[in-house]
């Protein structure tokens, strides 16, 4: 009979619920399907290690396989010289909109995301993370190394902002 081990049994638990969360966080950064694959792969190819060697703290694994996702992303980047992509808000997926709901949908997420792209790399990263994947405070202060205050001033000026782009476009007029 086999030995499992308790790293095992907690890696494999931290993949099953985290591999689908972290292929998105990363998906919405790099916009490639095949990328963000390979990304996710590196990610837990990562954290394997600290995991067997109980190197992270079991209340912060989620915060350390995010903050893991971010870098290696970033690094990715600086290795190939690409800018943040816009983070296009709405999958559509859902089936039976009205087409001119739809059409509607897709233009006012168009607007959005050439407004996000306005804003700062940094001021966005906020925004995905707890607007769009719904992290707390806290849970986004450990992804990005920022102390709780500075992520919620953050997100209050990043939204402040992203208003009054949104205002001058036009957006709210109807």
Not at 99 to 104: Q, V
Not at 115 to 132: C, G, N, P, S, W
Not at 145 to 167: C, M, N
Request: hydrophobic share 35%; charged share 35%.
């Amino acid at each position: 009979m086999k030995h499992v081990s308790k790293a095992d049994i907690t890696f494999d638990k931290i993949y099953k619920e985290l591999w689908q969360k972290v292929f998105r966080f990363i998906y919405y950064k790099v916009q490639n399907n095949e990328e963000a694959e390979e990304l996710t792969q590196e990610v837990f190819q990562r954290v394997l290690p600290q995991v067997k060697e109980g190197n992270i703290n079991e209340n912060k694994i989620k915060a350390y396989v995010f903050t893991a996702a971010r870098n290696i992303v970033y690094d990715t980047w600086r290795k190939r010289g690409r800018d943040l992509k816009v983070v296009h808000l709405d999958e559509m997926r859902e089936k039976g909109f009205e087409l001119e709901y739809k059409n509607r949908v897709v233009e006012d997420n168009i607007v959005v995301n050439e407004a996000m792209d306005k804003l700062q790399d940094h001021e966005k990263e906020v925004l995905i993370l707890r607007i769009i994947k719904g992290y707390t405070i806290s849970e986004v202060s450990e992804i990005t190394k920022r102390p709780e205050g500075t992520v919620k001033s953050l997100q209050f000026r990043a939204l402040q902002k992203l208003r009054d782009i949104l205002d001058e476009g036009g957006f709210f007029d109807e």
